[in-house]
């Protein structure tokens, strides 16, 4: 361990700057409410320092002024002797020591820390302060809202002390949120885990169809050339405008029978047969509908990825499978999975027997539920989808289906157990328009 370092926790030579008990030191600076020390005060070379410094900048730029580039090889070339004078020392800075004994390399001084962020963590100081003298006049919150006063996600989880939101809670778009995400995993944030090693998180779906050529527009075309950017598309632009998503209570919603299928109302479906309930707090809970419930029938196994693994839309997500055979599903919307269902884990069958109550898959931020639910289906096109995709399944099985579904004859339960002759593979190529593994095996 460095010599010098050693020095300054021991609080020999470093006026107002002492760590105790191997707290971090941006524990000790009152930015992060708990974090102990496991590298021997090697800032230098801890990436955690690296990325709360880049968080703090994106919160707030140091006031002191920004030295300009290539000032430590000015500060050498000036002060050639080994005593070189400290830069908070030469600025008359309270408590700054006399010497630099870093060559001017501040990034790795815990001096720079203490001194150099002192506006910022006195910044921070003033609005906790102002925050919690406020809190007893503070008008109530609106039902559902869980940050009085924008307090950023960051402060609410009380990992800092002290941070408001200004960027209308969009995280995705935050470089506070980024630079504190890179510090809590100590560095980039990795996406997926074994699921999705498995199944190959590359697996887009085989048919590339235009959402809006699903529900029978003739003036639409029968493939997307935007990669499912819907808010990008002249053809959504003109045929839909721009869609929001409105969050509705966790509870049993009511559905209603398409051609059949239960559709429940007030959720939001990708083309893959998957549908997006908005909660609280932009959060979304995520399962498959009552079309995959009734095609693939009783489901013995599901394999989703652990909570904090990312998933990408239209990219195959999690796995359901039967009898051996292995369905991947396409995930709705780019985030992260914050749980997972552990009903639908210990017993797989409740996906198909009760896909909007108990057979939710998973809770996921979404990182831009904006823009991504632009190629979601609701209401009235969630219906003409149900209705083109039900007629393509008739097709499959035949003319003497095809009348027997025109007189209102009921759907069976488990499509693919009544007629195994259609075969797994094909059932999943044409509805959840992915390969299943079963398709690459050997």
């Not at 400290?86 to 006399?98: H, I, K, M």
């Not at 869980?146 to 009380?158: L, Q, S």
């Not at 885990?193 to 590359?202: E, H, N, P, S």
């Amino acid at each position: 361990m460095n010599e010098n370092m050693t020095n300054h926790r021991e609080g020999g030579d470093l006026p107002g700057f002492k760590v105790l008990a191997d707290q971090c030191v941006w524990m000790k600076a009152g930015v992060v409410n708990f974090r102990t020390c496991d590298r021997g005060y090697d800032c230098f070379n801890c990436p955690f320092d690296r990325a709360m410094r880049a968080a703090m900048d994106a919160q707030k730029p140091r006031s002191a002024g920004a030295r300009p580039l290539g000032w430590p090889a000015a500060m050498r070339s000036r002060y050639l002797g080994r005593q070189k004078p400290c830069v908070y020392f030469l600025d008359q800075r309270s408590g700054a020591p006399e010497a630099c004994l870093r060559d001017y390399d501040c990034d790795s001084c815990p001096v720079e820390l203490a001194l150099g962020y002192e506006p910022l963590r006195q910044s921070i100081a003033a609005r906790r302060d102002e925050q919690q003298s406020g809190a007893a006049q503070a008008e109530e919150r609106p039902l559902g809202f869980p940050f009085p006063n924008h307090e950023c996600v960051w402060m609410k989880a009380g990992i800092i002390g002290m941070h408001l939101c200004d960027n209308d809670y969009d995280c995705y778009h935050c470089e506070f949120d980024r630079s504190m995400r890179a510090a809590m995993l100590e560095g980039p944030p990795k996406a997926g885990d074994a699921v999705l090693t498995a199944i190959g998180a590359a697996v887009e779906p085989v048919i590339r169809p235009c959402i809006y050529a699903l529900i029978g527009r003739t003036d639409a075309p029968p493939l997307c050339a935007s990669n499912y950017a819907c808010h990008e598309c002249p053809t959504h632009r003109a045929i839909a405008g721009e869609k929001t998503c409105k969050p509705r209570p966790i509870e049993r919603p009511a559905s209603r029978n398409v051609t059949g299928y239960p559709v429940a109302d007030g959720y939001y479906y990708h083309f893959g047969h998957t549908w997006v309930h908005v909660i609280h707090g932009g959060c979304v809970r995520v399962g498959v509908d009552g079309f995959v419930g009734k095609l693939l029938g009783p489901i013995d196994g599901v394999e989703i990825p652990a909570p904090g693994s990312d998933l990408e839309r239209t990219r195959a997500g999690w796995v359901l499978s039967r009898g051996g055979h292995r369905a991947p599903v396409l995930c709705p919307l780019t985030g992260r999975i914050l749980a997972v269902n552990p009903k639908v884990v210990e017993a797989p069958a409740t996906v198909s027997d009760d896909p909007y109550g108990d057979g939710w898959l998973f809770q996921m931020e979404p990182y831009d539920l904006k823009h991504e639910a632009q190629s979601l289906y609701s209401g009235a096109e969630a219906a003409l989808w149900i209705e083109h995709d039900a007629r393509e399944l008739v097709s499959m099985l035949g003319p003497g289906y095809e009348k027997l579904s025109a007189t209102g004859g009921e759907v069976v339960s488990d499509i693919y157990g009544h007629f195994p002759e259609l075969g797994w593979d094909p059932l999943v190529r044409t509805f959840l328009r992915t390969a299943g593994p079963d398709a690459h095996a050997g």
